[in-house]
Nanobody, 121 residues
Framework: QVQLVESGGGLVQAGGSLRLSCAAS????????IGWFRQAPGKQRELVAA???????KYADSVKGRFTISRDNAKNTVNLQMNSLKPEDTAAYYC???????????????WGQGTQVTVSS
């Protein structure tokens, strides 16, 4: 069964930090890249960061230097450490299984349920 489960969202003040986790079923974690996306009200869903099985990483320009994506192979988990959060980071965050080739992430139709991140000013 394909499964992606996000956790770690919450309310934080601007400048604060949060750590999101995406727990993936082993069949996904061993094969696919995992991407973190976010969607704010009235806006399109956008890629935040992605990491593949080999450790190649892609970040959106808006989060470079603030967010760090990593894989925990022992826990089949992809983590997103978010520092120096800004109000514009407020969104629902989703993880996705996909592929990362030549710095381009190709999402699938498999999404987690999402976790809300709210950054107050």
């Amino acid at each position: 069964q394909v499964q992606l489960v996000e956790s770690g969202g919450g309310l934080v003040q601007a400048g604060g930090s949060l750590r999101l986790s995406c727990a993936a079923s082993p069949s996904i974690f061993r094969v696919n890249a995992i991407g973190w996306f976010r969607q704010a009200p009235g806006k399109q869903r956008e890629l935040v960061a992605a990491i593949d099985v080999g450790g190649s990483i892609k970040y959106a320009d808006s989060v470079k230097g603030r967010f760090t994506i990593s894989r925990d192979n022992a826990k089949n988990t992809v983590n997103l450490q978010m520092n120096s959060l800004k109000p514009e980071d407020t969104a629902a965050y989703y993880c996705n299984r996909g592929d990362l080739y030549s710095e381009t992430y190709y999402p699938s139709n498999y999404w987690g349920q999402g976790t809300q991140v709210t950054v107050s000013s």
